[in-house]
């Protein structure tokens, strides 16, 4: 089990569980358990950022993973709160929870933002090893063509120097 997994496996509940408990909540409470998991995902966005300048793609790959998690819950969870608050006249609506609601959405919209940057940070980071393997089996057919070895072309005969004048 890596460091991470063991991570999630021990301190925080089992997604199933934690979709169950939420739709016991009342409205308030749900908002508050969708801020702090906004929190997270916002946490993890701009750590992502610094993994994918630094190359780091094992790291990137373990925070993804985490990240999906969040999400998995908190698609489900603002549905439930979408669907509650909807039902709400204006006059029953709470002042305070609408601006949570609000600040929930400008978090939501910050980390889509975010995620547009990274996902052009990972397709130039891409294209840049892309063209690196293409220059590399260039290199490797030439160093074939010329050289001798196990790599050599099959019947070239390899190049032979001397160091004497003619």
């Given amino acids: 089990m890596t460091a991470v997994n063991h991570k999630q496996a021990t301190s925080s509940p089992s997604l199933d569980s934690r979709i169950l408990n939420f739709r016991t909540l009342g409205l308030q409470e749900r908002v508050d358990m969708l801020i702090q998991e906004m929190g997270r995902l916002d946490a ?12 780091d793609a094992d ?5 993804v993973a ?4 969040i999400v998995a819950m908190v698609g489900p969870l603002s549905a439930s709160i979408e669907h509650d608050w909807s039902k709400l006249s ?5 002042p305070l929870l609408a601006s949570k609601i609000s600040a929930i959405m ?20 891409h294209e840049r ?5 293409a ?7 030439a160093s074939r063509a ?3 070895g196990p790599l050599a072309a099959p019947g070239v005969v390899p190049a032979r120097f001397q160091d004497r004048e003619a």
């Fill in 90 to 94: 204006l006059r029953e609506q709470d």
């Fill in 44 to 55: 993890l966005s701009l750590r992502l950022c610094t993994l994918i300048a630094q190359d």
């Fill in 146 to 148: 010329y050289g001798d």
């Fill in 59 to 63: 790291a990137v790959l373990a925070l």
């Fill in 135 to 141: 220059e590399l089996a260039v290199a490797s057919r």
């Fill in 66 to 69: 985490e990240r999906e998690e």
């Fill in 106 to 125: 400008g978090m939501a919209g910050a980390i889509a933002a975010r995620d547009q940057e990274d996902m052009k940070a990972l397709e130039t980071t």
């Fill in 129 to 133: 090893i892309s063209t690196q393997l």
